[in-house]
């Protein structure tokens, strides 16, 4: 399988973007300059396996996803870490009020 430098540049950027990251907050995040960021958003230059890792925590998303576009259920660590505050007798109720949002969500798609 290959992989285009261009079509992942693309989804740093997206996802710098929507992160409301600049360009340099991001390039610090991840221990590289805004330059070199700027090469892999434009797809000019690739990038270590130490900085796809560094680039998938600070954009929260997965290595997979950076790389090929395809999302993974990967539930963000402040819903985890939110959900852990919960006691496991709490956990039945908080499962039953995620699915009345979750059906609330659905609904106002349509």
Not at 52 to 69: C, E, F, P, Q, R
């Amino acid at each position: 399988m290959s992989y285009s430098c261009t079509d992942i540049g693309f989804r740093v950027r997206h996802l710098r973007e929507s992160n409301n990251y600049t360009r340099d907050v991001l390039a610090e995040k991840v221990d590289i300059s805004a330059k070199f960021l700027y090469e892999i958003e434009t797809g000019k230059k690739g990038f270590t396996v130490e900085i796809l890792y560094k680039l998938s925590k600070a954009l929260n998303v997965s290595s997979d996803y950076i790389l090929t576009g395809n999302e993974m259920n990967k539930i963000p660590d402040k819903m985890v870490d939110t959900l852990e505050c919960f006691s496991p007798g709490q956990m039945g109720r908080v499962q039953d009020i995620l699915k009345v949002v979750q059906k609330m969500c659905v609904e106002n798609e349509a």
